[in-house]
Structure formats: structure tokens, C-alpha cells
């Protein structure tokens, strides 16, 4: 069966810092991969999607990038985090169009 | 995308009632519609989904209504549980196969 990992499950960080989460999918290829931020009490913003290995395509503009080094490996980042950035971070998969998007449990991401 | 950030309704249940959770949706030329639940502190869990040549999908104990004339959705849940306990959200595919999200109902189940 297909599962999908994310780690850290929560972070702090200082305004200024770099960023990296990382988000992995097993048992399935060629998946589309989805990164999502919710504010607290709120929906879910579609911040990047990815529909092949190198392949990204962002949703709103923004301090935050993406990139897919691997068929089942999506990574979000940020050279320098603002406190704006703060949220839960949710990375998805699906195994096409008109699929069901599957999700990860999550990054909290505080900034101070 | 588009994201919708408004303040939580809530709907406050006994348990083993049934529960209905609506939501509106904004476009009309959608054909996929998902319920997700999501706990505190958990990504969103795939409920149940509906393709627009259906109007009614039923699974374990939950069935979603849709109403394509009025952009309207709705998820029944039978039997409410205090597992139930949760924030549901629907959502709906848009032209480029995007997901989007309505603004979500959290359900309280009273013992």
C-alpha cells in the first residue's frame, strides 16, 4: 500500500533561517506531488505541485521554492524564513488527475 | 490556487445522532467533488468522493449528497461517534485538476 512521510513533524526557527522539509511517498510511481500551507482554524493553501521529477509549478509568489530531486521525493524550502511563514505545512500525492489527494500528517513550522 | 480562510463553523451533535455537514462550492464546471477529515494536528484523511453524473455516494456509515443545480454538498454521517470528532472539509477539482478547499466545519460529538 502507498504511504507518504513527512518530517520534522514540528520545527522553530529564527526569522532569517534557511528551510527545509521534506516530504517522501513510497509504493507508487510517477505520482503528482502537492505542498499546501494552513493557517491555523483555515483551508488549505496550494502553495506548489510537481507532475515529474523536476517539474514545479507554484501557486502563489511567495518566499518559499520547491524542487523534486526524485520520482517520490518532494522537498519545500526558503533561503530566509519570515514570520509570515509560520503554519502547518501538509505535503499530498495523487496518482493523476481527477485522483483523490492523499496527505502526510504535517510540519508545524513556528517562526520566532 | 485559491484558498479560503474564514472562521470555523461548528456543528454540536449527541452521539448517535446523525450528523450533516453542507458546504457551497463556487464552481460550476466542477465534476469531482472529496470530503476530508482531519484531526488536531493531522494531515486531512480522504473520506468519501462523488463524480457530478452521481447525486448520492454511500459508504461505512457516511453518504455525500451533491446538488450540482445549487453548487451544493453534503456529507451524513450515521451514528455519530466521539472518534467522529473533527474538522471535515469538502472540496472540488477545478479545470487544471486542482483541489479546492472550502473553509471547513468542525464537528463536536457529545457523549
Known amino acids: 500500500s502507498q504511504t507518504i512521510h513527512q518530517w520534522p513533524a514540528t520545527l522553530v526557527q529564527p526569522v532569517g533561517s534557511p528551510l527545509s522539509l521534506e516530504c517522501t511517498v513510497e509504493g507508487t510511481s510517477n505520482p503528482n506531488l502537492y505542498w499546501y500551507r494552513q493557517a491555523a482554524g483555515r483551508g488549505l493553501q496550494l502553495l506548489f505541485y510537481s507532475v515529474g521529477i523536476g517539474q514545479i509549478s507554484s501557486e502563489v509568489p511567495q518566499n518559499l521554492s520547491a524542487s523534486r530531486p526524485q520520482d517520490r521525493q518532494f522537498i519545500l524550502s526558503s533561503k530566509k524564513l519570515l514570520l509570515s511563514d509560520s503554519g502547518f505545512y501538509l505535503c499530498a500525492w495523487t496518482i493523476g488527475e481527477g485522483q483523490p489527494q492523499h496527505f502526510g500528517d504535517g510540519t508545524r513550522l513556528s517562526i520566532l | 490556487g485559491e484558498s479560503v480562510g474564514l472562521h470555523l463553523p461548528t456543528l454540536s451533535v449527541q452521539e448517535g445522532d446523525n450528523s450533516i455537514i453542507n458546504c457551497a462550492y463556487s464552481?460550476?464546471?466542477?465534476?469531482?467533488f472529496i470530503w476530508y477529515k482531519q484531526e488536531s494536528g493531522k494531515g486531512p484523511q480522504f473520506i468519501i468522493d462523488?463524480?457530478?453524473?452521481?447525486d448520492k455516494r454511500q459508504g461505512q456509515r457516511v453518504t455525500v449528497l451533491l446538488n450540482k443545480t445549487v453548487k451544493h454538498l453534503s456529507l451524513q454521517i450515521a451514528a455519530t461517534q466521539p472518534g467522529d470528532s473533527a474538522v471535515y472539509f469538502c472540496?472540488?477539482?477545478?479545470?487544471?485538476?486542482?483541489?479546492?478547499f472550502g473553509s471547513g466545519t468542525r464537528l463536536l460529538v457529545r457523549p
Open positions: 472540496s472540488w477539482m477545478d479545470s487544471s485538476y486542482k483541489l479546492i
Open positions: 462523488i463524480r457530478s453524473n452521481m
Open positions: 464552481n460550476s464546471a466542477s465534476d469531482y
